[in-house]
């Protein structure tokens, strides 16, 4: 029970990002990546069609398998695969592209976005500098954050990214004069890679959006899994709609569209 005292109070010890785990990350990416480009040339998904309703927010937990059916093995890591899906009410797609794009004041993000600013653009190619917060194993960890953004515009009615992060370093320290950042790879492993994957789609009563998220951290021991584990699923699900939320209030308050009962 020492190891399950030591993740509960925070006192984690750090995690080496290595080089079979990158490599099983990499795969697992490959093969998403592929299910997702055969879909970008679908119809609206099933998911999609879920969160018409006003309210709904709809949120799953999603498996990538290997070209066997089978689990893909990821040595001293865990991947977490989410996928969500909001109609914004009403809204126009090129306006809501539009305020999605302009970075925000931290007042108009969640809580885990402290910081945020556009570093470089070139057309539909974007790097983007996030300052994230986020609940980690019942505490907060704090990270500096660089993400490539490439938009694609399929149509005139249909938009999609891909949004891959190129820095990830935990701070130490967060809001005082001492604050630094811990060498990549080598801090305490709660967040070592971040892609995520958005479609806008117009559709009669507004824009739908679908976000599919994967990150990487480190393993959890076996004998934590079931004491962890449901935490960690609840947190990622309320992450991806707390996002969707934030993402289709803040489309509503900017371009003035009515407000959601």
């Known amino acids: 029970m020492a190891g399950a005292a030591c993740l509960l109070t925070g006192q984690v010890t750090a995690a080496e990002l290595k080089?079979?785990?990158?490599?099983?990350?990499?795969?697992?990416?490959?093969?998403?990546?592929?299910r997702i480009e055969g879909e970008l040339q679908s119809v609206e998904s099933n998911l999609?069609?879920?969160?018409?309703?006003?309210?709904?927010?709809?949120?799953?937990?999603?498996?990538?398998?290997?070209?066997?059916?089978?689990?893909?093995?990821?040595?001293?890591?865990?991947?977490?695969?989410?996928?969500?899906?909001?109609?914004?009410?009403?809204?126009?797609?090129?306006?809501?592209?539009?305020?999605?794009?302009t970075p925000s004041n931290r007042e108009d993000y969640l809580e885990d976005v402290l910081e945020s600013r556009i570093l470089e653009k070139d057309g539909d190619v974007e790097l983007t500098y996030l300052k994230l917060q986020r609940s980690q194993a019942l505490f907060e960890v704090a990270y500096n954050t660089e993400?490539?953004?490439?938009?694609?515009?399929?149509?005139?009615?249909?938009?999609?990214?891909?949004?891959?992060?190129?820095?990830?370093?935990?701070?130490?320290d967060v809001g005082k004069d001492t604050e630094r950042e811990k060498p990549e790879g080598d801090d305490r492993g709660f967040l070592w890679k971040l892609n995520a994957y958005w479609k806008y789609r117009q559709v009669e009563g507004g824009v739908l959006v679908e976000c599919e998220t994967l990150t990487l951290s480190r393993g959890v021991p076996f004998f934590l899994r079931f004491i962890l584990g449901p935490?960690?699923?609840?947190?990622?699900?309320?992450?991806?709609?707390?996002?969707?939320?934030?993402?289709?209030d803040r489309v509503n308050s900017q371009l003035e569209l009515p407000e959601i009962p």
Not at 152 to 169: D, L, Y
Not at 232 to 246: P, Y
Request: no cysteine; net charge positive.
């Open 48 to 101: 999609a069609s879920e969160a018409r309703p006003l309210n709904k927010v709809v949120a799953l937990k999603l498996e990538t398998l290997d070209e066997t059916g089978k689990k893909i093995p990821i040595p001293k890591g865990l991947i977490h695969h989410w996928r969500g899906a909001v109609l914004i009410p009403d809204a126009l797609l090129g306006p809501a592209l539009q305020v999605i794009r």
């Open 231 to 248: 935490y960690i699923n609840s947190m990622a699900r309320k992450s991806m709609v707390q996002t969707l939320e934030s993402l289709r």
């Open 147 to 172: 993400h490539r953004i490439e938009y694609h515009w399929h149509s005139k009615t249909f938009v999609s990214s891909r949004s891959i992060a190129t820095k990830i370093a935990e701070l130490v």
């Open 19 to 34: 080089s079979n785990t990158v490599t099983a990350w990499e795969r697992y990416v490959h093969l998403t990546e592929e």
